[in-house]
């Protein structure tokens, strides 16, 4: 069992950064793909960014690439997401993400999810 708590959402201007953490309880941490998703209203979830268990390799979605970065330091059981030239269009609530499976993770069936932080970006 593993539970997610993420932090670091809030209201930006557009061209601003934010960085979101994902704080992973359990010991076994270092046994999962972590990845963020993120809802806006009235639309579907949507895969945003994930990174293999080792952190050797990220993947992200078209809309994001070149703007956000995902990370993770497994000795905190933490994973981040740095947010740079954010965009009104990134208004959304992100959630956290885990999986022992990378491509699952990324379909949006993951095994673990936390509760979302809403990030706000004003035109």
Wanted: proline share 2%.
């Amino acid at each position: 069992q593993v539970q997610l708590v993420e932090s670091g959402g809030g209201l930006v201007q557009a061209g601003g950064s934010l960085r979101l953490s994902c704080a992973a309880s359990g010991r076994t941490f270092t046994s999962y793909a972590m990845g963020w998703f993120r809802q806006a209203p009235g639309k579907e979830r949507e895969f945003v960014a994930s990174i293999r268990s080792s952190g050797g390799t990220t993947y992200y979605a078209d809309s994001v690439k070149g703007r956000f970065t995902i990370s993770r330091i497994n000795a905190k059981n933490t994973v981040y997401l740095q947010m740079n030239s954010l965009l009104p269009e990134d208004t959304a609530v992100y959630y956290c993400a885990a999986d022992h499976l990378g491509p699952r993770l990324r379909t949006g069936r993951s095994e673990y999810w936390g509760q979302g932080t809403q990030v706000t970006v004003s035109s």
